[in-house]
Structure formats: structure tokens, C-alpha cells
DNA sequence: GCAACGGCTTGATCTGCGTCAATTCCCGTC
DNA sequence: GACGGGAATTGACGCAGATCAAGCCGTTGC
């Protein structure tokens, strides 16, 4: 693989800690890779041999059954996804699908175990992030469990708007069929949801959301630190990337879990 | 704390691999309380200064948010709870309740993190639980997103089937309403879904569930490895149990999470 | 023995969200 | 600037599941 985009994986929470040539023995056996748009990077039930790393574009994660399938994150440079699975010798649990031109660094599964076995430090930066991953995870089920549909989208508006820079107003990072779909719903029922949260506090134009009144919008979400994060000592990888997200810039930070699966 | 449990906690695959003498340690610091039912033990939002193993009785695990509330987790002996809270140092997001006469032992969150820094099987092990305990919220999710509530009763009824030693019989191992809020319905919805479930090949008689025709039960639910596990390498702390579970015994294993949380 | 209390069931009704279908909007392409 | 195709919206309608309100039943306590 190429070494242009190895600082930037060094940087990740996950690779900061571990010891150089430990960190230099799983790199090596990488190799990166490019794909357009729509290709099916992951298939669920497969067995997990490679833990992915999204260096460029971004990668939706999602699971299907019967013919329904629905959306469980969105990821963006540089985070990493499928740890869990990878540790456990396991199944995918999801599947995964690049949603632009999109570039991945696949580590074999086979050295990230001898690795974090023999290096302390990558196994205290794996327990810290699964632990994050979990978490996350709970959240999203909470979320889904204690919340509206209408509730979730105030909530989603909110936590959006809280990592804009000023606070009020912000581009949709994705689709919002895939919003609908990570919130459980359909894209109908997010189109009226949207508007029904107009006559709220919250202007929808294409894209942009503008909040215009929140304290009418935190009457409906009723946001909390226990659903919507952030965990208190700061995200992880999702942070990484500092964009800003000024009026006019799309925010290119995770939309769902906290970092990386 | 009591030695006489000392062996049932070495046993859990968190603490089998581990050096003696961090055992010693984590244990020395611990210690056993035992409260009676309806006992809240953990408050979401407090922050996690105890990782909890239950000895005995049973333990509820839920959230709530404006009033509203939902289980996430029943855990029966010998099982651990919040060890992700304890390892991030960061606020529970779930709160814990006790569902009758229950014996918990506690251990301080600072020993944990000060021992799997120093012992690497124990870190492994951590690695290993996480990594369950993340997959299990993720397949409740897909359950949740991708499932009705008559065709998430389907799958819970298989699955217990799946663990009684005769396949076809059971009894319910906790009480309706919270299998009820665990799937994510009314005690009444469940309640409609049993009925509607009797003639597609599962008897209902209080608590006893005998299925009458799999093959029908299994074109409602269409079970999956993705969606009802177990993770291949089987089950872990809820395993460790062995008892029964023929026709007339209650069985005591989870119902929820795979393992703990 | 009976009363009281929770859990469970059943019925009637309501409603949030899904489904289906028809436009309309947006954006890239020719 | 017209065209094509997928995303988004809107409307009409249906249904799964919630809510509200009785009643039932098994357990506990006096």
C-alpha cells in the first residue's frame, strides 16, 4: 500500500498508542484499495478477514433480512469498521457499501490479532474503542426504542447543528433516504416528519436544515447526553477530521454511530 | 467479600485467562452485597465506578427518557454488566434493577482498568467480551429495524426452544411485560402476537410455550445466525450455566444480551 | 377464608407510520 | 437547453401497534 495516508492511520485512536514496528508489521501486510461508487465492499455472514479503514469518500454500513434492509452508519474519512467482527474470528454482522468513489485499507484480521496479543498498548486503544463502539451502539437502540419517529429527527437535527460552528444551521451530510433508513423510518414518513418539525423550530431547504427556534425543538427531542453522546471524554476517530461546516459547507463527520464499527 | 463465589467468577471467560495474582487483586478490592427485589442498582447517567457480577437472582437492565422506559437486558448467574461504562470512565447508559433476592458482587472500576493495563490475557479477555457484548446490541438492532413485533416473538420463541435439551417446550424465563418491553411492544401487543402465533404453531399456557409446528413458526421469523446468533464460537457467560430447562423447569439463562453487558 | 394487588388478557378505539401511486425536483448528460 | 433518472415530496389509504378501559386470574398477606 501506499504511504502517503499512513500518518493519517498512526493518527487514528485505535493505532496512536501501539509500538512502532508493531504498528509497521500490520500496515505492512495491508494494502489499500479504490472503488466507484455503490460497490458492495462487505456482505453479512461472511467471515470477517479484514478490518477496513476509510482513507477517502465514504462507506454506508447496513443489514438486510428478507428482503428489508436499513441503514446502521454512515462512515467518513478516517475511521475504521468491522473491529468487533474481525476480533471474534466472526461473521459480519453488517454489510458494507461505498456510497461515492471511495478508497479502504484492508488490514488482515490474521495480524491485527497477533498484534494486539503481544502489544499492551493496541490492546488497551481496541478495549477503549469497542467499549466506544458499544456504546454507540446502545445509544442507537435506546434512541430507536424510547423515541418517536418525529422525536428521533428533532434529536438527529439537534445533535447535527451542535458540531456546526455556529450552531444554527448546517448541510445534511447524506441522503436523506439514508437518514430514514438509520432512523427506522421511511423517506415519506422523514419528508413529513421534516415538515411537521417546520411549524417547530427547524427550516428544511433541500439539504440545509436551519434551526430557528431550539428551544421549541428541544421541547420535542428532549436531547440528552445518554442518547445522543457524545461520551464525555470526546469522540474518537469522527473527530479526527476538523472541517469546519460553516454556512455552505457540508459537514464530512460521521452522521451515526460515534466513530467506527 | 466471600470466598465461596470466588470460583464461579474465575470461571467466566472475563477472568479465566488471567494471572492469580490480579485476580487476587481485582477481587481483594471487591465486594458482595446482597439486596432484595425491585432494588435499583445503577442509576443511568452516575458514573460507572463499579463493574457488577451477578451471583444470584436476577438483574434488569433499562433506560428511560420522558417517562417512558425499556429493558435491554435481563442477566441471571454468573454474568458481569456495564463493564464498557467501567472501562471508559464514562456515565452508565443503562440503568440496573434487581428482579427478586439478588446477590451482586462489585468490583471498582479503578482496579479493573489498573489490572488489564498490566495483564495481557486479561486484556485479551476484555477484548473478547466486548467485542460479544458489541455484536449482541447490534443483532437487537437489526432485530428491532428489520423485524415486526410478531415476527421478533417468532424468533425470541425459537430461540429459547433452541436451548431447551427437548426443543419444543419451555417455560418463559422472566415475566411477560418485559419480554414485551425488550421487543420493543405493549404488554397487550405481545399478549395479541402470542394468540396470533397459536394458530401458526405455538401454544401459549401461561408461562409455557410448546411449539406445534416449527416449520410454520420458522416461516414467521426466519431465524439467522445474523439476527438470533449465537456468535459460532458459542455462547459465553450465559453458557456457563448448565442447568436444564426440561419440560417443567424454568431455565435460567439470559434471554436478552448473549452474554452480560 | 377473603381481600388486595399485580400481571395478564380481551375488547374498542385511535393514531403513527407504512404502502402505493403520482408528481415534482434536482442534477448530470447529451 | 432539452432529456432522463433517481431522489424527494405529496396525497390517499391501510394497518400494526398503542392507548384506554374493563375484567380475570394467581399470588400474597391478614
Given amino acids: 500500500m501506499r504511504d502517503a495516508e499512513l500518518p493519517d ?5 485505535l493505532f496512536r498508542t501501539m509500538a512502532e514496528a508493531n504498528f509497521a508489521t500490520v500496515t505492512r501486510a ?3 484499495q479504490t472503488f466507484p461508487a455503490q460497490v458492495q465492499l462487505i456482505d453479512e455472514g461472511a467471515t470477517a478477514d479484514f478490518l477496513h479503514i476509510v482513507i477517502e469518500g465514504s462507506v454506508e454500513l447496513f443489514a438486510g433480512w428478507q428482503g428489508r434492509e436499513t441503514t446502521l452508519a454512515v462512515l467518513r474519512p478516517v475511521s475504521t469498521f468491522i473491529l468487533a467482527a ?7 454482522l453488517m454489510s458494507a457499501r461505498t456510497l461515492e468513489k471511495t478508497r479502504v485499507i484492508l488490514v488482515p484480521s490474521v495480524d491485527l490479532r497477533a498484534v494486539f496479543r503481544i502489544d499492551p498498548e493496541f490492546a488497551m486503544a481496541t478495549i477503549t474503542e469497542l467499549a466506544a463502539c458499544y456504546r454507540s451502539v446502545v445509544r442507537h437502540t435506546k434512541d430507536l426504542k424510547l423515541r418517536s419517529a418525529r422525536e428521533r429527527l428533532a434529536a438527529y437535527i439537534l445533535k447535527q447543528a451542535r458540531t456546526a460552528p455556529n450552531g444554527v ?17 421511511t423517506p415519506e414518513s422523514l419528508s413529513r416528519a421534516m415538515k ?6 427547524a427550516k428544511v431547504d433541500g439539504q440545509r436544515i436551519i434551526i430557528t427556534d431550539r428551544r421549541a425543538l428541544e421541547a420535542v427531542a428532549h436531547p440528552t447526553p445518554l442518547i445522543d453522546g457524545p461520551d464525555h471524554e470526546g469522540l474518537t476517530a469522527g473527530l479526527e477530521l476538523p ?11 460521521d452522521f451515526a454511530l460515534s466513530g467506527r464499527t
Fill in 86 to 92: 474481525c476480533i471474534r474470528d466472526a461473521p459480519y
Fill in 30 to 32: 495491508a494494502y489499500d
Fill in 196 to 201: 411537521s418539525l417546520q411549524e417547530v423550530g
Fill in 243 to 253: 472541517e469546519a461546516g460553516v454556512d455552505g459547507l457540508v459537514r464530512p463527520e
Fill in 169 to 185: 444551521s448546517f448541510l445534511l451530510p447524506i441522503e436523506k433516504r439514508l437518514l430514514a433508513s438509520f432512523l427506522g423510518i
Fill in 9 to 13: 492511520i498512526r493518527q487514528l485512536p
